[in-house]
């Protein structure tokens, strides 16, 4: 194949607050970087030695002309990145008040990565590369949703990986995030999600994960049977759990696997989970067993929280082995 992986769906220029621990309205200054999760995954599978397409879409603008540069610095394959007259590259202000408290801000009204369309999609060499990764976001609105659709169905043959990437804000009202990817999940191999996702994503009544705070008890309690109930009527299909510092559950038929997270001092949750599923991506398609593949992607996870930035904190594989080998082993 000559190329890894083509991830699809939003792209943002992130403005990161210089100052840690200070109340939004007291930042001083912010460190520009490109976000967005499917392009964060993009970069963090670069780093980790993939050749990573990104399809997005950017404006006609100065913001698109740094996404560009940037990401053609961290090698990802840019040829498909699609610019879209008249449209502007969506904007993410994000805050820093550990160890649990990031405000962000998304300038996503009418952003250019919503207008990708099934012709964009059609140009994609899908025959000539190994794997595709969906945000579940990129279905929320605009063409892009059919893109995205377009691609799903078109993926047979490919490992298909979606992050569900549950962003509340860009639905219309909570129940159509899983009214709209449950039918698309028949083209998907790997679920990767949070335990609010999952049950976002399941659930007729999703409300209860859709405010931006942990699950309650009692729908946690539920999430176990849900996405037993996924894979079961999803042969082949495997469910990648987070829960955070206590590690992921892989689910497949008939089989539960806790892997165990790393302990570090919480710097910066943001960017986490696509620090995650970089090194899960990167070592599944390098031929690693779920265990192992999904050890080495908590420690990119683990190495990502404890530095400032986001996409500029994404580990190197070297990296990601020193933390390793510096935290027991696998």
């Not at 659930?203 to 849900?226: F, R, S, W």
């Not at 190495?303 to 580990?315: D, K, N």
Request: overall charge negative.
């Amino acid at each position: 194949m000559t190329y890894d992986l083509i991830t699809v769906g939003r792209v943002n220029m992130d403005l990161f607050s210089q100052q840690v621990g200070v109340p939004f309205e007291r930042i001083q200054g912010f460190d520009a970087m490109v976000g967005g999760s499917p392009t964060n995954i993009a970069i963090g599978t670069s780093r980790l030695g993939l050749r990573s397409i990104a399809f997005t879409g950017i404006g006609d603008d100065r913001v698109g002309d740094f996404v560009l540069r940037y990401l053609n610095d961290e090698n990802v394959v840019t040829d498909h990145v699609v610019r879209k007259s008249g449209k502007l590259t969506s904007l993410a202000l994000l805050g820093v008040e550990p160890p649990d408290h990031f405000p962000l801000s998304f300038y996503r009204e009418d952003p250019a990565d919503i207008h990708l369309t099934v012709d964009d999609a059609a140009a994609l060499p899908l025959a000539d590369s190994a794997a595709l990764l969906l945000s579940g976001n990129a279905f929320s609105r605009g063409t892009c949703a059919d893109a995205c659709r377009h691609l799903a169905e078109a993926s047979r043959g490919m490992t298909t990986f979606m992050d569900l990437d549950l962003r509340p804000t860009e639905w219309p009202e909570p129940g159509s995030f899983g009214a709209t990817l449950r039918p698309v999940l028949a083209h998907v191999d790997v679920v990767i999600g949070t335990e609010e996702e999952c049950y976002a994503l399941l659930t007729e009544d999703p409300t209860a994960a859709m405010d931006g705070t942990p699950l309650p008890d009692e729908a946690k309690d539920q999430v176990a049977d849900l996405v037993r109930r996924l894979v079961a009527d999803h042969p082949g299909m495997h469910a990648v759990l987070k829960r955070g510092p206590v590690g992921v559950s892989i689910v497949s038929e008939g089989e539960w696997m806790e892997v165990p997270g790393f302990t570090v001092d919480v710097v910066n949750t943001v960017g986490a989970g696509d620090a995650f599923a970089s090194g899960l991506i990167a070592k599944r398609l390098g031929g690693w067993d779920w265990y192992n593949a999904a050890r080495f992607a908590n420690a990119c996870g683990a190495i990502e929280v404890t530095r400032h930035g986001c996409s500029v904190a994404l580990p190197t594989e070297a990296e990601v082995e020193r933390f390793i080998d510096e935290h027991g082993g696998m």
